[in-house]
């Protein structure tokens, strides 16, 4: 469906002439966006950074990620809002006793979608149905687990009324067909290619959120925003009412300067280029980044923002 492979092959390949600077972009697993978003990002820096090249790493996605930007073992990584800014002030496990406050942002970049997802034929109607059923609620150190338990806590649904599986992308949506689970959570940008292939052969359901389930977890994580999913993302699947989180472009404050801005300036002048990997990047906008950016930004990315004649909020310089 998408250029994965091609984008990530020319990730690995272009730019790699000799003393070129090496970047990593840790991402998620292969059945999410991050890996084919950060596949075309590393393609893209390879092609107009001039002496960097890039590789999109495979990882547990955003927990996991926001680790690695404070230990600095990656330059960059994509993470979701809520973990951003969790980790960021120190309100979320791990990160309780060692905030992340090195982390800076280049650019919120499009919405994840929370995709609760069960076969056709379930039964399954509401979030209430899960109660007593098998449920993979995102692999150990993901943004998705994260999002999954607050949806479920805020609206009165522990870990002991369901199941819980904790599995990858990939790994729920083959659970689900082989029916091995009831239900899976995914938060990840619509359309992801886990879904769509489990939907190409197996009939599938979207589960929908209430106005009030939306509002129960909102005041529990602010970042949350009401979200559609317009018909026909996956086969067979109608509009559905859920919620998103931005997803965040992250880098730790020790990243040079002009590096930072080269790769912000780069990235939205070529947008075409990500959304020729993947439809999300439809959304990497500027307006997207400076509306819906949770902790500050680096300063090398507020010098591109500023340039082009945009107001940077004071809340969000470092």
Known sequence: MFRLGMALAAALTIGSAAGAQD??????GTGGTYYPYGGGLAELIGKYVDGAQATAEVTGASVENMALIARQ??????????????????????????????????????PNAVHIVALADSGIES?????????????????????????LT??????????????NFNETAD????????????????????????????GIK????????????QKQQ???????????????VDEVKTISIPNVLVVNAAMDEELAYQITKNMFEHVDDLIAVHPAANDTTVEFALGSTPIPFHPGAIRYYEEIGQ????????
């Open 23 to 28: 970047l990593s972009i840790a991402t998620g």
């Open 73 to 110: 073992e990656t330059d960059m990584a994509l993470a979701l809002a809520d973990t951003v800014f969790g980790a960021y002030q120190g309100s979320i496990d791990p990160f309780t006793d060692r905030p992340v406050e090195a982390a800076r942002a280049l650019a919120s970049i499009y």
């Open 175 to 202: 659970a689900l067909r082989d029916g091995d689970i009831d239900a899976g959570f995914w938060s990840v940008g619509p359309p992801t290619s886990s879904i769509l292939n489990l939907a190409a052969t197996t």
């Open 127 to 151: 979030l209430e149905d899960l109660k007593g059923k098998r449920v993979s609620v995102g692999a150990p150190g993901s943004g998705t687990e994260v999002n999954a338990q607050q949806i």
């Open 154 to 167: 805020s609206n009165g649904i522990t870990y002991d009324d369901i199941d819980e599986q904790r599995l």
């Open 311 to 318: 107001t940077v909020p004071d809340k969000l310089k470092p």
């Open 222 to 236: 602010p970042v949350f925003a009401a979200y559609t999913m317009r018909a026909g993302l996956y086969d067979g």
């Open 206 to 217: 979207l589960i929908p959120l209430t106005d009030e389930e939306v509002a129960n977890a």
